[in-house]
């Protein structure tokens, strides 16, 4: 099963520049310098202006490192109270840096992802950034991600007394290879999801399926209602398995990314797929990831991505048998 780091635990990113250690962008006719940052505010629900800086920051970042800093849970969250932000702003009032801060879990510390602009790294931002997050939290209790296990994080999370605790893979697949049939069990067909109908027995097997994943288990419909809002589901790729009474054994959900989020071109990506613990034993994964790739293929994709934990070592089987290789890791460091 994959999913991608949606939740609070595992979206909370950080892009490599939460290490400072990247190489600074000078402002045009700035000979270099850069401006100090005056305020450092914390802010519930965002409007949406400020919400258009976080998101213009966040562009930022990914054409400077290649790799998106926030991740889905945070872009779904900016304007509810369900997290705090700390948002960091030149003399000019300019934002350059933005953190969010999840503490929905007392359990689990503080969730914090994080991005600071280009033309205003290695000036201790980032660093600065981390300090007040870990002030936030319960005895500093705080848990980041690392994208692409970047040398210079690594080396940051050490100094600042954090360790690894998890680790995700991103995996892509080629889709301009060949994709074999799906092979579905007697009785077993394949539909696309419908809006206002298919809810309910989703979150029946989503729930069952991940009841021990700490982003995907446990959800209602508003988890549900708050992605059939965004701009890019869509219900025709939301491919369900059912058996002769329209009972649900398994889905998969794909997600299309524009180009820019992921590199130059759209990819599509097995966002979430999951099968009944019921309907085990059926080799419904197998079947059901192909006719997603199927699906992204046909509409015109070349290449698709997954995220999953390193150690299912079940999963990276399947995905490596499908011809999935790793293309990176994402490692959650923990205080």
């Known amino acids: 099963m ?12 950080v892009s490599p520049d939460w290490c400072d250690q990247q190489l600074r962008v000078p402002h045009e006719g700035g000979g270099g310098s850069v401006a100090p940052v005056t305020e450092l505010s914390w802010r519930a629900g965002l409007d949406q202006p400020t919400i258009d800086e976080v998101t213009a920051l966040a562009a930022a970042a990914t054409t400077a490192d290649g790799t998106a800093p926030l991740g889905e849970h945070v872009l779904l969250h900016l304007s509810d109270d369900t997290a705090v932000h700390l948002l960091a702003r030149d003399p000019d009032g300019v934002l350059v840096g933005f953190a969010q801060l999840d503490q929905a879990d007392p359990q689990d510390g503080g969730v914090a992802e994080l991005t600071v602009d280009p033309g205003h790294r290695r000036a201790g931002l980032g660093t600065r950034i981390v300090e007040e997050l870990l002030k936030r939290t319960e005895d500093g209790h705080l848990r980041v991600w690392a994208h692409g296990q970047h040398p210079g994080a690594v080396a940051l999370a050490a100094r ?9 893979w991103q995996m892509h697949r080629n889709l301009l290879t060949p994709v074999a049939e799906p092979e579905l069990p007697a009785g077993v067909r394949l539909r696309s999801f419908v809006v206002g109908a298919d809810e309910a027995e989703f979150l029946r097997v989503n729930n069952a399926a991940f009841d021990w994943h700490p982003e995907q288990g446990g959800w209602g419909l508003e988890q549900i209602a708050t992605r059939e809002a965004e701009p890019w589901f869509d219900p025709a790729g939301f491919l369900l398995a059912v058996d002769e009474s329209d009972r649900l054994l398994g889905y998969h959900w794909t997600k299309v990314h524009e180009p820019g989020e992921h590199g130059p071109e759209p990819i599509g990506e097995v966002y979430v797929l999951g099968v009944d613990p019921a309907a085990w034993g059926k080799r419904l994964g197998a079947a059901l990831t192909l006719a997603g790739l199927q699906y992204l293929r046909d509409r015109g994709l070349g290449a698709v991505m997954l995220y999953v934990e390193a150690d299912n070592t079940a999963a990276v089987r399947v995905y490596e048998r499908l011809g999935f290789t790793l293309s990176g890791t994402d490692v959650s460091y923990a205080r």
């Open 2 to 13: 994959a999913r991608r780091p949606t939740g609070p635990t595992a979206a909370s990113t």
């Open 160 to 168: 600042l007394g954090f360790t690894p605790a998890r680790v995700l």
